[in-house]
């Protein structure tokens, strides 16, 4: 069964980068009945920024890959942007731990005043590291995450969370962490969730679109997101979801009858409808 013009179909986290398949991987993703990307940074270059100009490059190149996808698929692109927590490792030994914290402020700082010139839609991947660190690169971490906590309240805008998989209590904490910085836990989304949980103390999953796991959370009341965090780097290749995985999982669903089609909303339009506060619109797909 063909997806319903009109509806949008939207992969809520992916990266592409110059130097891997770019407008490619999102014409197969148009291809496959896909309609919008939220396009979070990434480094393009080998070793983390460690200058506030080498993110302010890095995030240009994401817009510039942004409105290079717009232009050649029609494919409606959201850049999400911030310093990644996890550069802070490598730039801790870089520059030192201290520089390193300075320049993840600055970094956020720089992503949340592009936000608010409305070009980017977001602040992320903020968050924790997923491995062990030193207890000294941890504290540094954690005073950049709370610093992102300010810069969102302070731009109203969300925050796309980078951290170990949570269960209830873990996002729990994360809406105790937000509210105590005076941001909507509504606002605080929680990327590559790989476990369902019903209780998510008003914070936010996206869902890695696995077959097994679209099948568990497609019942959920919205707010909820699926993304398939799509790397484009062909040296780890099948590390994540391909990006034409978000329209194969919705064409399953919208195969279940016309109620499926009511259900797809939610993660497609609802859930960006009250996270973001915009709605996701598009053209009809019946004209060309
Ligand atoms: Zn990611």
Redesign the pocket.
């Known amino acids: 069964m063909p997806l319903p013009s009109g509806l949008p179909v939207v992969d809520h ?3 592409l980068s110059p130097t891997g398949e770019g407008v490619r991987a999102a014409a197969r993703f148009r291809s496959a009945g896909g309609t919008h990307l939220f396009l ?1 940074t ?1 480094n393009y270059r080998p070793g983390p920024p460690t200058t506030l100009d080498a993110y302010r490059e890095q995030f240009e190149t994401t817009f510039r890959l942004a409105d290079q996808v717009r232009a050649e698929t029609g494919v409606v692109v959201y850049p999400v942007v911030a310093p990644y927590p996890i550069d802070l490792v490598a730039a801790t030994e870089a520059v030192g731990l201290a520089a390193a914290i300075e320049l993840q402020r600055r970094a956020l700082d720089l992503a949340g005043s592009l936000i608010r010139e409305r070009r980017a839609v977001a602040l ?2 903020v968050g924790q590291a997923h491995f062990p660190v030193s207890d000294a690169v941890t504290a540094g971490i954690e005073a950049a995450f709370r610093h992102a906590f300010e810069v969102a309240r302070d731009v109203g805008c969300p925050l796309v969370v ?1 951290s170990n998989d949570l269960d209830a209590a873990g996002f729990a904490e994360l809406a105790d962490r937000a509210r105590a910085a005076g941001v909507p836990p509504e606002r605080v989304v929680k ?2 969730a790989r476990t369902r949980v019903t209780s998510t103390s008003g914070v936010v999953p996206s869902y890695l679109a696995k077959r097994d796991l679209v099948r568990e959370v497609e019942h959920d009341p919205a707010p909820w997101f699926l993304e398939t ?1 799509f ?1 484009d780097d062909p040296r780890r290749q099948g590390a994540v979801l391909d990006l034409a995985t978000v329209p194969r999982r919705a064409q399953a669903i919208a195969a279940e009858g016309p109620d499926a089609i009511e259900r797809l909303r939610r993660p497609f339009v609802d859930s960006v409808e009250r996270v973001y506060g915009f709605e996701p619109v598009t053209e009809d797909r019946s004209t060309p």
């Open positions: 986290h992916c990266h979070a990434q992320g991947e980078h990327h590559y965090d790397l």
